[in-house]
């Protein structure tokens, strides 16, 4: 994984409430086991016509939000199954975080896993960033991972946001769980040879 610290980036909103896992990615995409290539098919029924061509009027197919790094998603973001592969599409499309007032607890941990970074604001605040977004689409955010703030540069006004400390080491080191392991390989060889002594 790459490492996290700092983002600046303008945002692509999409303000529907109760998104869930089958709407990110769906079922029938599910068959393979390699990450490569989900993100062609991040909101696959909402992004394509039946014949495959992109609908015109969904957000991710308006040139306004190319190369944005942050999803700003409506409450409730990530809900239904388990599947990682939710987090593997949204960040095989290229973003790096999330912004919702509520993720599904899975989901959150699987984009955690993945390196996608789930920021959970208040529900004032994130209205408050869709309504400068819909007004002006070149606002940025700034999410700092170190400080735990999420900031709309437009006025400069910042939220803290909570993640659990592990995953925060995790992503500034940019390591996923079994990096973070080998990482720490001389202290658990050192633990098991001073508690193990036969």
């Not at 086991?33 to 991710?60: E, I, M, Q």
């Given at each position: 994984m790459e490492k996290f610290s700092t983002l600046t980036s303008t945002v692509l909103p999409l303000p529907?409430?109760?998104?869930?896992?089958?709407?990110?990615?769906?079922?029938?995409?599910?068959?393979?086991?390699?990450?490569?290539?989900?993100?062609?098919?991040?909101?696959?029924?909402?992004?394509?016509?039946?014949?495959?061509?992109?609908?015109?009027?969904?957000?991710?197919?308006?040139?306004?939000?190319?190369?944005?790094?942050?999803?700003?998603?409506?409450?409730?973001?990530?809900?239904?199954?388990?599947?990682?592969?939710?987090?593997?599409?949204?960040?095989?499309?290229?973003?790096?975080?999330?912004?919702?007032?509520?993720?599904?607890d899975i989901f959150k941990n699987n984009a955690l896993n993945n390196g996608l970074l789930p920021v959970v604001i208040s529900p004032a605040f994130l209205a408050e960033i869709f309504a400068a977004v819909s007004k002006n689409p070149q606002t940025t955010l700034t999410v700092n991972l170190q400080e735990q703030t999420l900031t709309n540069n437009l006025d400069g006004k910042s939220e803290l946001f909570e993640i659990n400390p592990y995953k925060k080491d995790c992503l500034l080191r940019g390591l996923d769980d079994i990096d973070y392991l080998l990482s720490r390989k001389e202290l658990i060889e050192q633990y098991e040879k001073e508690r193990f002594k036969y």
């Open positions: 529907i409430e109760n998104v869930d896992t089958d709407q990110i990615i769906p079922a029938r995409f599910l068959k393979a086991t390699d990450k490569k290539g989900f993100g062609n098919n991040l909101f696959a029924d909402w992004r394509y016509n039946n014949d495959g061509s992109p609908k015109k009027d969904f957000v991710l197919n308006t040139p306004l939000y190319a190369g944005s790094k942050i999803l700003l998603a409506g409450k409730n973001f990530g809900s239904g199954s388990s599947r990682e592969h939710a987090a593997w599409a949204i960040v095989g499309y290229g973003f790096k975080v999330v912004v919702s007032s509520f993720f599904a």
